[in-house]
C-alpha cells in the first residue's frame, strides 16, 4: 500500500506542469488570489496601447482604454479581469457618434485572439452609455441601408405619395422626423414637406415613439395613411440597429434627451466559446 501511494505521489509529480498549465489561467485560480507582480502595470500599459491602436484602425477617434488584468500568463492568453474603452468623436463606417462608453461588468473574461477569427472563451457582460445626435442619425438616413427602406415605404405609399428624404431634428426633448415628399402619378415642381414629433421611452429593450403628433402638414396627404408608415420610417431605431455589433446581444436600457443630444443606457452581451 504504502508503494502504491509512492507511485502515486510520483505520477501526479510528472503530470503536475500540465495541471499547473490549465489551473493558472482558470477563473477559480485567478479570481481566488491577489496577483501582484512588478511586470503588471507595464503589460496593462502595453495592451491599452494595443487595443487603443487596434480601435483607431477600424474606427477613427479620441480614445482612453482602462484595462486590468491578473498575471503575465493569462494576460498573454487575452484573460482579463476589466476593460473600459472611452471613445470621443467615434467614425463607424461614415457615421460619428459624439460619445461612447464601454464597460465590463463580468470580471473574468478570455478573448482568444490567437484564433482566427478571435474567439470567446468566457461569457462577457458590459455596460455602455451612447450619444447620439441628429448628425449622427442624419448620417445614417444617408446610407443605402436606409434607401432601401424608403423604397419598401415607398412601395406601401403608393399611388398617393412618394418619400424622397427623411432628415431629424432632436430639440425640446422631443424627436422631429422631417419628411419630403411628393406625388407619383402627378408631380408637384418642389418637393412637399410634413413632420411629426415624437416622445421616446423603452419597451422590451427597444426604442419606441410615443405621443406622436403632426406638428405640420402641407398638401392632402391622409393623416391615417401616414400614421400607419412613422413605424416603418422610424430613423431612431434604424440608427441603433446600424451601429450595432453584430457579435453582440445589445440591449437599451434607457434613453434620455438631454441638451439637444440622446444619451442611451444599456448593456452588451456575448455568450462565449466554451
Known amino acids: 500500500m504504502k508503494k502504491n501511494l509512492i ?22 485560480y485567478l479570481k481566488a488570489k491577489n496577483h501582484i507582480a512588478l511586470m503588471n502595470p507595464l503589460a496593462e500599459k502595453m495592451v491599452e496601447m494595443a487595443i487603443k ?20 500568463k493569462s494576460m498573454k492568453a487575452g484573460i482579463f ?34 484564433q482566427n477569427p478571435i474567439k470567446f472563451r468566457s461569457d462577457i457582460e458590459a455596460d455602455y452609455t451612447a450619444n447620439i445626435t441628429e448628425n449622427t442619425i442624419n448620417e445614417a438616413l444617408k446610407t443605402e ?3 432601401k427602406i424608403l423604397r419598401k415605404i415607398n412601395k406601401k405609399a403608393f399611388p398617393m405619395f412618394m418619400l424622397n428624404e427623411v432628415k431629424v431634428k432632436i430639440k425640446n426633448e422631443k424627436l422631429y422626423i ?22 421616446l421611452k423603452v419597451v422590451s429593450n427597444t426604442v419606441k415613439m410615443c405621443n406622436i403628433a403632426f406638428d405640420n402638414i402641407y398638401g392632402n396627404l391622409p393623416s391615417q395613411k401616414v400614421a400607419n408608415l412613422i413605424s416603418y420610417i422610424d430613423p431612431l431605431s434604424f440608427t441603433i440597429a446600424l ?13 434620455k434627451i ?17
Open 7 to 28: 507511485l502515486l505521489i510520483l505520477f501526479l509529480i510528472t503530470l503536475s506542469p500540465v495541471f499547473s498549465a490549465n489551473d493558472v489561467l482558470s477563473e477559480e
Open 53 to 72: 491602436k487596434a480601435i483607431k484602425k477600424e474606427a477613427p477617434g479620441k480614445y482612453k482604454v482602462k484595462f486590468e488584468g491578473y498575471t503575465l
Open 81 to 114: 479581469k476589466y476593460l473600459e474603452v472611452t471613445g470621443i468623436n467615434v467614425n463607424v463606417d461614415g457615421i460619428e457618434i459624439p460619445y461612447y462608453n464601454v464597460k465590463t461588468v463580468s470580471d473574468y473574461n478570455w478573448v482568444d485572439y490567437n
Open 145 to 147: 441601408e436606409y434607401a
Open 178 to 199: 422631417i419628411m419630403s415628399y411628393n406625388f407619383p402619378i402627378s408631380p408637384r415642381e418642389k418637393d412637399r414637406t410634413f413632420m411629426v414629433s415624437s416622445n
Open 243 to 255: 451601429l450595432k455589433d453584430k457579435n453582440c446581444d445589445v440591449r437599451i436600457k434607457s434613453i
Open 258 to 274: 438631454d441638451n439637444d443630444t440622446l444619451i442611451v443606457n444599456g448593456k452588451m452581451y456575448i455568450k462565449g466559446d466554451k
